[in-house]
């Protein structure tokens, strides 16, 4: 009896006291196909475009697993630039996203602003998925990490874009037009809360 404690003590997990988060809970990017701009060549991270909406099924679309205690919510937001000889650079770029729920709750609008010089380069190349003459300039461009929590049971939520607004040459232009494309994301990532202190959240690397 002694023997098989001792060994149900040995295989059984370690729990943390301290709140645990589950790296790999289950999401799914439901996004449409032709908002998959490409796949970074050297870290193989999977870029998704952002077009101006209010649909949010329209926006990146993300199905989150059931989770009892909620999670964590992050990607990477971009500028979508088109950096063609003509673009009129350096120009200072102000992108606005927003993240919904899939009955239109507002979780967040986050807003990203830089300037853009002439020698302007991103920190990867791109594989792109179309190679349609209009994407044939566009990249992302700058990087910045937004982090959303979500709260417990079923949830869907999109990524969708708000407005854009340039100055460059002393002209300022805002676009706000549906169907858009003005932001890309990347390095989504969903993490389910586990353990049974909700306040005590890891923070992203």
């Keep these: 009896m ?3 404690l001792i060994i149900l003590l040995w295989t059984a997990p370690l729990l943390s006291q301290d709140t645990e988060l589950s790296l790999d809970a289950g999401y799914a990017i439901r996004a449409d196909a032709n908002l998959f701009f490409g796949r970074g060549e ?5 870029y998704y475009d ?3 909406t209010s649909q949010p099924s329209d926006g990146v679309l993300i199905k989150l ?4 205690k909620g999670g964590k919510l992050t990607f990477d937001l971009h500028h979508r630039v088109g950096l063609s000889a003509d673009y009129g650079l350096p120009a200072e770029i102000m ?3 927003e993240v919904v ?3 239109t709750n507002r979780l967040g609008t986050f ?5 853009i010089g002439e020698d302007a380069a991103f920190d990867e ?3 792109r998925a179309s190679d349609a003459e209009i994407d044939r300039y566009v990249t992302p461009m700058s990087r910045k990490t937004i982090t959303i929590t979500t709260q417990p049971g079923p949830q869907s939520i999109s990524i969708v874009g708000r407005d854009l607004n340039i100055v460059r040459r002393g002209t300022t232009t805002r676009v706000d037009t549906p169907g858009t494309r003005i932001a890309m994301v990347s390095n989504i990532k969903f993490e389910e809360v586990l353990a049974v202190n909700p306040l005590s959240l890891s923070t992203p690397d």
């Design 2 to 4: 002694r023997l098989l």
């Design 42 to 46: 050297s870290t193989g991270t999977e």
């Design 50 to 52: 952002v077009a101006i």
């Design 65 to 68: 697993p059931y989770t009892q």
């Design 95 to 97: 992108t606005v996203v």
């Design 101 to 103: 729920t899939g009955g």
């Design 111 to 115: 807003t990203m602003l830089d300037m």
């Design 125 to 127: 190349q791109i594989e």
